[in-house]
């Protein structure tokens, strides 16, 4: 309208001046007709750059490596609206990924850019990895990306989802994690691209999961592009049978048999000998073996707890220490020889990632299935002998002290009020909350209820200060709803009232 | 310590003696690969272990030495080398396959390694 009105002005006042030989009125008309012209072409471009903004940073900029035009043009695009400096960081990450080699004086200054940025979202987050991965630190990429998913989905443009999603498929397919593959591509909020959804098809084929026909494959195949370099691909895909989804039974299916296990050590009857030969044959070999079967680790557990339970180490130990001249310290000796055991039996347990309370009740189970027994189902916990018991204290004392010193760090932090640059925020908390997950796993519910009040007095108050002084809401909103679903899940009732008004849940 | 450590550094199987091997047994032994090793022999070079066969070095004898002089640490590492060194076997070489599998996961597919072009059909460099 205001366009329409100076318009008509500029028309009628410039015919007025030049009818009336006012060279004033003409200079006015002129400029206003210049204004006019200026007016319209900025709004032309602007909507050009919204329009076509996100295509052309999506098919030129970045598959040609130009991180700066990558940036400019999706800074003003549409599809990066509801975080636009984000964004641009995002494009700009890609568009360094697409180059032939990492260039690091790019990186470094993205990475400025980005610890520059105040709130991060999901997209700052998404760039950091994607610069991770550029520098070849995958894992780190990994850490980064599969976190970025938990953000909020309302801060979280569904572009970068989608590049986020697309990333950790492709790092899936090629480790040949198929059914992390197919997961992935289950998370909320994803749209792949035909690229993606092909590679996604071939992995649930791989993974044995329900996934889509041969023709299906091959109208994949077709649309995907890059034929050649996928023709391969497509034709291992076929080569593979195809399995239908299972029809629900009425019945539940008989259990398989026991699986025949061959790796499985020859024992000797005395038992320092079985369990020194037990601990030698698991130690020796990869902790997949334990983390399969957790009852192998149950039952060398328990081949421990029988050493310790007849008391021949001690004798043996006494009779050693008396023919070479040590006499009085056998009892300290056989007690470094078990505390030596208890450390080996928790650093297995951790490192195969089974809770040895519940490895030997997988023992326990399997022992009463091949016998037949049906008994009542005992506490794990009161199936530990001394030495697993010991075992299990030992590695939940030195889990719960790693969990209370990460959370102390980020407590001091917080009480100095040392800020970091929003991505690194982000960081810490999720380093933290991984530390307190793995330790919960092995751990158990117990052991959360004792590390729960330290993290979460520590990581709310870290929130408080990221969302109250340092307004990071993208970074603060997805701390406060974790505490809520972990004191939920340990049953912390002040916890949950506090959380709950934090996340704004009645 | 590092994984299978107790058997791996043991001094007893360092030396290839048995725990009920004298002082001057195991000084002797000790010695004679010491001069092995200096020969570059390939009988001193790898040692057993209840856990594998593992490298031997100069340095590594002569800690093994060291270790079971203290007659208090030396009945600690007694303890640990109870058992033969060829009482074990050692482990296989990795099967082929998935190894996350379960054993009572359905329809046992042939096993598929990944692929290598994933990331360079987005356009990506590998990380």
Redesign the interface.
């Known amino acids: 309208m205001i366009l329409w009105i100076l318009w008509i002005f500029g028309v009628l006042g410039e015919r007025g001046a030049i009818a009336a030989g006012d060279p004033v009125g003409l200079v006015i008309a002129i400029l206003t007709l210049l204004f006019f012209f200026g007016l319209v072409i900025y709004f032309v471009v602007l909507a050009l750059a919204r329009a076509l903004g996100g295509p052309l940073a999506r098919w030129v900029a970045i598959p040609f490596g130009l991180d700066r035009a990558a940036g400019l043009l999706a800074r003003e695009s549409l599809e990066w609206q509801r975080d636009p400096k984000g964004g641009a960081l995002l494009c700009g990450a890609l568009a360094l990924l697409h180059r032939p080699r990492h260039d690091e004086a790019i990186a470094t200054r993205l990475a400025a850019e980005l610890a520059a940025v105040k709130d991060i979202g999901a997209a700052g987050v998404i760039a950091s990895g994607l610069l991770a991965a550029s520098r070849g630190d995958r894992d780190g990429a990994r850490e980064l990306l599969v976190g970025a998913l938990d953000l909020e989905m309302s801060r979280t443009p569904p572009a970068a989802r989608t590049i986020a999603s697309e990333w950790l498929i492709a790092d899936a397919v090629h480790q040949g994690a198929w059914a992390q593959a197919v997961k992935l591509a289950e998370e909320p909020g994803v749209s792949l691209s035909a690229r993606a959804r092909l590679l996604v098809g071939v992995a649930s084929r791989f993974a044995g999961t329900h996934g889509p026909t041969d023709a299906g494959l091959w109208i994949l195949w077709a649309l995907a592009g890059r034929h050649a370099a996928t023709r391969p691909l497509l034709d291992r895909a076929l080569a593979t049978p195809r399995v239908l989804h299972r029809r629900r039974q009425d019945a539940p299916p008989p259990p398989p048999p026991p699986p025949v296990v061959d790796d499985e050590p020859e024992l000797p009857s005395d038992p320092l000998a079985r369990a020194l030969t037990l601990h030698a044959h698991w130690t020796a070999r990869d902790p997949i073996h334990l983390r399969l079967h957790p009852a192998r680790l149950g039952a060398l557990c328990r081949a421990w707890d029988e050493v310790w339970q007849q008391a021949a180490v001690r004798t043996l130990v006494e009779a050693r220490a008396a023919h070479l001249g040590v006499l009085g310290k056998g009892e300290a000796i056989a007690d470094d020889f078990f505390a030596e055991v208890v450390e080996d039996l928790a650093a297995l347990s951790e490192e195969c990632g089974v809770a040895i309370a519940e490895a030997i009740a997988a023992e326990r189970r399997k022992g009463a299935a091949a016998t037949d027994e049906d008994g009542p189902r005992e506490a794990e916990d009161a199936l530990l002998g001394a030495i697993s018991g010991r075992a299990v204290a030992h590695l939940r004392s030195r889990l719960l002290g790693e969990v209370e010193a990460a959370a102390e760090t980020m407590e001091s932090r917080t009480k100095s009020e040392r800020a970091l640059p929003s991505v690194e925020e982000w960081k810490e908390w999720t380093r933290l909350r991984q530390i307190y997950e793995r330790a919960g796993q092995l751990g158990g519910l117990e052991l959360r209820r004792l590390m729960f009040p330290q993290v979460h007095r520590s990581a709310c108050n870290f929130a408080v200060w990221l969302w109250n002084e340092r307004k990071e809401y993208g970074v603060s909103k997805p701390i406060f709803r974790w505490l809520l679903t972990e004191a939920e899940a340990v049953g912390d009732e002040q916890a949950i009232e506090l959380q709950k008004r934090n996340v704004g849940v009645n | 310590?590092a994984?299978?450590g107790?058997?791996a550094d043991n001094p007893f199987y360092v030396l290839g003696v048995r725990p009920s091997a004298s002082r001057l047994e195991i000084e002797r032994e000790g010695q004679k690969l010491l001069g092995m090793i200096e020969l570059g022999l390939r009988a001193a070079s790898t040692y057993a272990?209840?856990?594998?066969p593992r490298p031997r070095s100069a340095d590594a004898v002569r800690g093994a030495m060291a270790d079971v002089r203290a007659?208090?640490r030396?009945?600690?590492r007694?303890?640990?080398a109870?058992?033969p060194a060829e009482?074990?076997?050692?482990?296989?070489s990795?099967p082929e396959g998935?190894?996350?599998r379960?054993?009572?996961a359905?329809?046992p597919?042939?096993a598929?390694?990944?692929?290598?072009?994933?990331?360079?059909?987005?356009?990506?460099?590998?990380?």
């Open positions: 310590m994984r299978g107790r058997f272990t209840p856990v594998g007659p208090e030396r009945i600690l007694e303890l640990w109870t058992l009482a074990t076997r050692p482990p296989p990795p998935d190894p996350f379960r054993d009572d359905p329809a597919a042939p598929q390694s990944g692929w290598e072009g994933a990331f360079s059909l987005f356009g990506w460099r590998r990380p």
